[in-house]
């Protein structure tokens, strides 16, 4: 009964920014950890970014100080602010959670970074 499904995405320059969303049915969403990973071509999915049930943000090194997670537990969404992007950001982005033990992911939505 899990669902999540992103928006958002689309293609910039360097230099740009882009915020991809996700919003969560099926759970408890104010209980739940939300994180986004990526998944370039050719390399396996990475994790990016978490945020916890009380909001406290992490961050995969690469994107310190450039992206930034959110949530609204009235909209039941996860966003991913992502600022100051490079080639090297362009990838599937998924939202994921984990339900008893199970990990569910949305569909993936596609961001390009490009000139």
């Known amino acids: 009964q899990v669902h999540l499904r992103e928006s958002g995405g689309g293609e910039v320059q360097p230099g740009g920014s882009l915020t991809v969303s996700c919003k969560a049915s099926g759970i408890n969403f104010s209980l739940n950890t939300m994180t986004w990973h990526r998944q370039a071509p050719g390399k396996e999915r990475e994790w990016v970014a978490s945020?916890?049930?009380?909001?406290?943000?992490d961050y995969v090194d690469s994107v310190k100080g450039r992206f930034t997670i959110s949530r609204d537990n009235v909209r039941r969404t996860v966003s991913l602010q992502m600022n100051s992007l490079e080639p090297e950001d362009t990838a599937v982005y998924y939202c994921?959670?984990?339900?008893?033990?199970?990990?569910?992911w949305g569909r993936g939505i596609q961001v390009t970074v490009s000139s």
């Open positions: 994921n959670t984990m339900l008893r033990g199970t990990n569910f």
């Open positions: 945020i916890t049930s009380g909001s406290t943000p």
